[in-house]
């Protein structure tokens, strides 16, 4: 693919307001324009309209993949998982349009295909500060490698752990336990962390599966209220429990699947049991890639643009 970058209708004017002033110069002339034009971008630069406080959250759709980007008021990135091998036509360009050049905190939730596929492609593309994984996770083969390869500082978390993003933003870490109780089963020990900002919640579950979730519920209980809720295993009958969602109580539920896929995700009976708590569904299946807006306080489905 190619990459080509867009323009907004203010940057399109200042472009060709430059490009006349300099092309338009002659000797005499052809430094005071060109100082003109330096002083433009400046000014530009710095008194361009910023959105200062608007966190989004992107749900991508790649078929059966997982792949989350959090981005918050300040500019700083946080990605869950990278999808699988064939994301490297989804979450780079999708970077790269939106001029995101680094990646904060990369998140792996847990080692399997459909969440560290584009692992390597996206790392060695988009600079990555710190991978953030479980000492299981650290201790896989694949990731071990990428890690060496590409020399990035990890950090191991696990139930109790916090992560201070910036103001008002803060992950709280609640599985894996500390100590492994699942007998190193993947998807129970998968990473599951609440994001706070303000007064909003949003609760990322991985894989997990019904195993964890009722430890879950019994070590967090109502700490997993949350409005905003990532469907535990895409929506798989596996996990999703009755004393899950009734702990958690999302307002909007967002399901990764893919389309026609042979697992044949989401499960009708997963779906019942959110329709049972009256939350809203939405799903990349059905709508493609998700947009979460919120200031804090409210949340907001975009649109695509």
């Known amino acids: 693919y190619t990459t080509f970058f867009n323009f907004n209708l203010l940057q399109l004017i200042l472009y060709f307001l430059i490009m006349a002033l300099i092309f338009t110069s002659h000797k005499n002339n052809f430094a005071f324009r060109t100082i003109i034009s330096f002083l433009l971008i400046f000014i530009y630069l710095i008194f361009r309209p910023l959105d200062t406080d608007k966190m989004k959250i992107v749900f991508f759709f790649f078929c059966e993949g997982d792949c989350t980007l959090i981005s918050t008021p300040n500019g700083k990135h946080i990605l869950i998982d990278a999808g699988t091998e064939y994301t490297r036509s989804t979450i780079v360009p999708y970077l790269n349009r939106n001029r995101i050049n680094k990646i904060d905190y990369l998140i792996i939730t847990h080692p399997h295909a459909d969440h560290i596929g584009g692992l390597a492609y996206t790392i060695s593309n988009i600079r990555t500060d710190t991978l953030v994984c479980t000492s299981q996770t650290s201790a896989n083969n694949n990731i071990a ?115 026609n896929n042979i697992y044949h995700h989401p499960s009708p009976y997963t779906i019942l049991r959110y329709n049972v708590i009256n939350s809203k569904i939405l799903r990349t299946d059905l709508e493609g890639a998700i947009i979460i807006t919120t200031d804090g306080y409210q949340l907001k489905k975009e649109d695509w643009n």
Do not use: W
């Open 145 to 259: 490698e990428i890690i060496s390869d590409y020399n990035i500082p990890e950090k191991i978390v696990y139930a109790g752990c916090t992560l201070n993003i910036e103001k008002d933003i803060k992950f709280y870490f609640l599985n894996p336990p500390m100590h492994d109780i699942y007998n190193s089963d993947d998807n129970a020990d998968c990473i599951v962390f609440k994001l706070k900002y303000k007064y909003f919640d949003a609760l990322f579950t991985g894989d997990l599966n019904a195993k964890a979730e009722e430890n879950l519920v019994k070590n967090a209980g109502r700490f997993l209220k949350s409005d905003l809720l990532k469907v535990p295993h895409h929506g798989s009958r596996t996990s999703s429990t009755p004393q899950f969602l009734i702990a958690c109580l999302p307002f909007v539920s967002v399901i990764s699947c893919g389309a």
